[in-house]
């Protein structure tokens, strides 16, 4: 154990943060990963290097950087995932979502009130699962509407974000901003402390979000019709049999005659891999070819040549899967039985009897990190991914061996049954071709009154909305509303590991003295310039991060700053804790600062500029609205 000058953890701790926060950013390594390793560095940092005051007492401790898991708000947030599955699978929201695309509305009102209605429920629920359910509600509005899908998804993520702003429980960030108040011996925010700043730029950001947005964003989907064939690509693959009309076949001018419509990007033959172009390139049986096609195009494949895009299967698949099966079998409803003579000998449905739909990974999905084969997607669900589609990029791999990510594409075919039990499924959303499984209706009042009561409850100041959240999620379970290993599976590992990992970075910049260094920097170069315009900057900063970090991540660690500023002004730490709850959720100019930006990104069609073109925008109007609201609010 060594004593070091309390100024060298702090440089120790600034330097820590800046390689959290590049990380973060350039998520060189998984985000859980960075949360974990640094964790791991400021408990081995502050208990080999201590930190003692002058009283002698240390100033970290490892029960300090490991208390952030017994964070009430992270508690809180924790528990409302659970709420919010609990509505979800008792199609508690359904009537929301029915009433919004009522057939008697024209398309346009219809569309302008999903949003409304998208902006009122992320007031009190989580918003992503909120985003998922409203996915394939305007996916068909927009065909009603026969407009381009690109054209409704970012405003429904963006209408979820300013929804989120208007209430402590709106999002996570509130929580744990509210939570860090307390933390420093201040008052927690309260109920609705935030809600008449956040409901002005929320209201302008709306109106932004109709009237204009719309007009910024390109036909995404439109352009990549007119250059693939009508319809976006996916990766897929084709195993070619030895009694395929395709061996010895040869290119002409880069493409296959046998395959129309069909771009091969790679050739694997063996431990060969040949690139384009491939003429004169003969085909031979066992060959693997990965190959990049529209819906439109591997639909007219699969029908023409049946069993063509199916993967071989590698012997004891099966064996190595029972257990993942056993383990499912609790949560997916298995299809009744099928004999050989229904589905063939190999298990496969009748092409006939087939339904083709596209599916997406979301955030908090156990398929995140392997590939298909590690899946055993096929034994998994009965299902067959016959295409991935990666968001703007196209990626020369095979496709059984690409590592799933959040907000891909699956172009999935199966029975009708196995795609109805897919759509339940959480670790997927399915965009089109069904209408998924019935949820529990007969949960579905019990659950929107324990909702709304836990709600009220906490709203009226009765019981803390730790407390009220708790309960809630507990009497969810025990109604029947979730089972215990969907209560689990609600739980967003990212949400618990990342805010940890802040929260003791946070508490590592506060008890250093770093927080209140950087907040007198900043001050000396503001100062001359009033308290009005230093709360607008610390706004258009925290704004500008939360694009390229995690917004609770943000919002942690610029909290300890903005208590300092408002303690060196003289004004009250709430004005800069409303300032930084609001900032922190400007996630709109990037897809990583918020997850159901990267929801829509998929079904929208989107390209990394799209955000910066839309959503920079909308970041600077809300900026500029809370400036001028700001000081006259809380008459600065």
Not at 41 to 48: Q, S, Y
Not at 69 to 96: H, K, M, Q, W, Y
Not at 271 to 279: I, N, R, S, W
Request: with cysteine.
């Amino acid at each position: 154990m060594v004593l070091l000058p309390i100024d060298v953890h702090m440089w120790l701790t600034l330097a820590l943060t800046v390689v959290v926060m590049t990380l973060f950013v350039t998520e060189w390594v998984s985000l859980e990963l960075t949360a974990l390793g640094s964790l791991a560095t400021l408990l081995a940092l502050f208990h080999v290097l201590p930190a003692v005051g002058a009283d002698g007492t240390q100033l970290v401790t490892s029960a300090d950087l490991l208390a952030g898991f017994s964070n009430p708000a992270l508690l809180t947030v924790l528990a409302l995932l659970v709420v919010g599955e609990g509505l979800i699978r008792t199609g508690a929201l359904d009537s929301v979502a029915h009433w919004t695309a009522h057939p008697r509305l024209s398309p346009s009102a219809s569309v302008i009130l999903t949003l409304l209605a998208v902006l009122a429920l992320s007031a009190f629920l989580n918003n992503t699962p909120v985003v998922v359910i409203f996915i394939p509600i305007l996916q068909a509005m927009a065909v009603r509407l026969n407009v381009n899908a690109s054209r409704v998804m970012m405003p429904l993520s963006y209408a979820a974000i300013l929804g989120g702003m208007t209430t402590l429980i709106g999002s996570s960030t509130n929580l744990l901003v509210s939570s860090a108040l307390i933390d420093q011996g201040l008052s927690p925010l309260g109920f609705f402390e935030i809600t008449a700043p956040a409901l002005v730029v929320a209201c302008l950001g709306m109106l932004y979000i109709v009237l204009v947005m719309p007009r910024l964003l390109p036909e995404r989907a439109s352009m990549a019709s007119h250059m693939t064939h009508h319809g976006k690509q996916f990766i897929s693959q084709i195993v070619v049999p030895s009694d395929s009309h395709l061996v010895g076949e040869k290119a002409v001018a880069g493409a296959f005659k046998s395959l129309p419509n069909i771009t091969v990007r790679v050739i694997q033959r063996g431990e060969h891999a040949e690139l384009p172009p491939f003429d004169s390139y003969a085909l031979q049986a066992g060959d693997t070819l990965v190959i990049a096609a529209t819906r439109s195009a591997l639909t007219e494949l699969a029908t023409r040549y049946p069993g063509l895009l199916h993967p071989p299967r590698r012997p004891g698949e099966g064996d190595r899967t029972r257990d993942r099966l056993r383990d499912n079998a609790e949560e997916t409803p298995q299809p009744a039985r099928r004999d050989k003579s229904e589905n063939g000998d190999n298990g496969r449905a009748a092409p006939s009897e087939q339904v083709m739909v596209e599916a997406m990974i979301t955030p908090s999905s156990r398929l995140i990190g392997p590939n298909l084969q590690q899946l055993a997607f096929r034994q998994r669900y009965r299902c067959l991914v016959i295409g991935i589609q990666r968001r703007a990029r196209m990626i020369r791999a095979s496709m059984t061996q690409i590592r799933l990510e959040a907000g891909d594409n699956l172009l999935i075919t199966g029975r009708q049954s196995d795609i109805a039990a897919l759509g339940q499924d959480r670790d997927l959303v399915v965009l089109s071709g069904t209408t998924g499984t019935l949820p529990q209706r007969h949960h579905a009042v019990l659950a929107s009154t324990i909702f709304i009561v836990a709600v009220g409850l906490a709203a009226l100041g009765v019981v803390p909305i730790v407390v009220s959240a708790i309960v809630a999620a507990t009497l969810m379970v025990a109604i029947g509303a979730v089972n215990l290993r969907q209560a689990t599976r609600a739980l967003d590992r990212k949400i618990l590991l990342v805010v940890v990992a802040a929260l003791a970075l946070g508490q590592a910049l506060e008890a250093t003295g770093a927080a209140s260094f950087v907040a007198h920097s900043a001050l000396g170069l503001f100062k001359d310039l009033g308290p009005a315009v230093i709360l607008s900057m610390f706004f258009l900063l925290v704004a500008g991060f939360t694009n390229v970090l995690t917004n609770n991540a943000c919002a942690v660690l610029f909290i300890p700053v903005g208590i300092n500023l408002a303690e060196q002004l003289g004004m009250d730490p709430h004005i800069f804790a409303i300032t930084t709850v609001l900032a922190a959720n400007c996630s709109f100019a990037s897809p990583v600062g918020y997850q159901t930006n990267l929801l829509i990104m998929g079904p929208g069609h989107y390209a990394f500029t799209d955000y910066v073109r839309a959503g920079l925008p909308l970041l600077l109007l809300v900026w500029l609205a809370y400036s001028l609201f700001a000081p006259w609010y809380w008459g600065l």
